[in-house]
C-alpha cells in the first residue's frame, strides 16, 4: 500500500494546477482510488484497496468557509489555477471565500467534484488525461 510519504513527494512536484493531471497519474500508480481535500484546513484523507485509508495532517491555518456558495467566482478561480495562474495557498483561499468545504478526486472515474458545507455538488469535472 502506499504512504504519506510517497504521497508528499509526489505532492511536491506540483507548483500549479497545471501539473494537476500528472499528480493524478502518479496517485494512480501508487494505488490510491480516491481522495478528499477539505479546504479549511488542507487536510486529506486518502482511500486505496480493501478499505485502506491514511490521512494527511492540516497543511495551513484554518480558512473560513463561506456559507453562501458562488459558483461563478470558483469556476474564474478554478480556471486561473488551472493555467497556472495561481498557487495552491491562493485557490485553496479563493476555494474557501467561494463557499467550497472540500473536493472528492476519484482516480477510476478520473473526475473531481467540488462541494458546498451542506454537501451539495458545486461542479465535477473531468480530469485530462
Not at 9 to 20: E, N, P, T
Amino acid at each position: 500500500m502506499f504512504t504519506l510519504q510517497q504521497i508528499t513527494s509526489a505532492h511536491a512536484l506540483v507548483k500549479s494546477g497545471a501539473d494537476f493531471p500528472a499528480y493524478i497519474h502518479d496517485l494512480k500508480q501508487l494505488g490510491v482510488l480516491q481522495y478528499e481535500t477539505f479546504v479549511k484546513d488542507g487536510h486529506t484523507t486518502y482511500f486505496g484497496a480493501d478499505g485502506y485509508t491514511i490521512h494527511s495532517p492540516s497543511k495551513y491555518a484554518v480558512l473560513k468557509i463561506a456559507e453562501k456558495t458562488n459558483a461563478a467566482k470558483f469556476a474564474i478561480d478554478l480556471k486561473a489555477h488551472q493555467h497556472g495562474q495561481s498557487d495552491y495557498p491562493t485557490f485553496c483561499r479563493q476555494s474557501a471565500e467561494a463557499g467550497v468545504e472540500k473536493w472528492v478526486v476519484n482516480l477510476d472515474a478520473l473526475t473531481c467534484t467540488y462541494f458546498d458545507l451542506s454537501g451539495a455538488t458545486i461542479f465535477t469535472e473531468a480530469i485530462p488525461q
